[in-house]
């Protein structure tokens, strides 16, 4: 039996959640877990690429303050 990736929310019932993952388990072929899954769509258009100049080395920048307002999302 294949194990995949689920995250659901935690202000769910047991049974609710139960329900949820009966759910989940009957359908997991209707589902695209991976990219491959998703017929008809091309990964190019689901992948992004970070274009260099040849010279350039990547720069990490530092991790910013996120609006407090906007943590409660």
């Given at each position: 039996?294949?194990?995949?990736?689920?995250?659901?929310?935690?202000?769910?019932?047991?049974?609710?959640?139960?329900?949820?993952?009966?759910?989940?388990?009957?359908?997991?072929?209707?589902?695209?877990?991976?990219?491959?899954?998703?017929?008809?769509?091309?990964?190019?258009?689901?992948?992004?690429?970070?274009?260099?100049?040849?010279d350039s080395k990547p720069v990490r920048d530092?991790?910013?303050?996120?609006?407090?307002?906007?943590k409660e999302v």
């Amino acid at each position: 039996d294949e194990t995949l990736p689920v995250i659901i929310a935690n202000d769910l019932t047991e049974i609710q959640e139960e329900k949820l993952m009966q759910v989940l388990k009957d359908y997991k072929t209707a589902i695209g877990w991976t990219l491959a899954d998703i017929k008809g769509i091309s990964p190019s258009i689901c992948m992004h690429r970070i274009l260099l100049e040849q010279d350039s080395k990547p720069v990490r920048d530092a991790q910013r303050k996120l609006n407090p307002a906007m943590k409660e999302v």
